[in-house]
């Protein structure tokens, strides 16, 4: 008798056991499904706050890098959680996904704007600035015109975007070109390759340029446009 109830305890213990170990293994695994596999980062800047003085000043940088980017990459780490089916995405390939998709509007804004400014922080550096040279400046010269025409188109670009965005330049059917694009807009929804762009949102230079916008575009293109990094997007 006693050793039939100590098997039955046993077989008890058992079952308890099984039940419960499954039971932990459900909370554990819970909070995975639908959640993002690696939520996106706010990358690094390519240079220190400071590098870029005093064209653009380390207050400026620090609004625009510490809380405008960053807030496009927490507001996008948000929308994805409700999204799993676009949470794996390669950054690309999210943007034009949720382009096509008019329910997917606020996630194409905060991911075109985490790839934008991604971009326009490359496409500057301290000391650059002036003219391109190499296959580069063969490009500009037989595509746009030669140099001088090339800055005179892409100021205008800067300059006619109304309100807030983005001047581009951009390679299009094998050919430079130089585009506009408003608010949150990039060449990535139609697949074309970038090369450098200028950020025309008032955030990128108000504290520094309040209203004069020509003054900031002028100081970008002569003092800090990155044109290693637009050949390298060259190729």
Known sequence: MTTSLAARLDEMDRRAFLLGSLAAAA???APRIGRAATPHE???LPYAETALEPVISSRTIGFHYGKHHKGYVDNLNK???DAPDLAELPMPELIKTATANPNRTAIF???AQVWNHTFYWHSMRP???GQPTGKLKEKIDSDLGGYDKFREEF???AMTQFGSGWAWLIVKDGKLAITKTANAGTPVEQGLAALITIDVWEHAYYLDYQNRRADYVDAWL???VNWEFAAK???
């Open 27 to 29: 909370v554990i695994a």
């Open 42 to 44: 706010l990358p690094a």
């Open 79 to 81: 929308l994805l959680a």
């Open 109 to 111: 804004n905060n991911a």
């Open 127 to 129: 000391g650059g600035g």
């Open 155 to 157: 100021k205008k670009a």
């Open 222 to 224: 002569d003092k800090l």
């Open 233 to 235: 997007n060259l190729g």
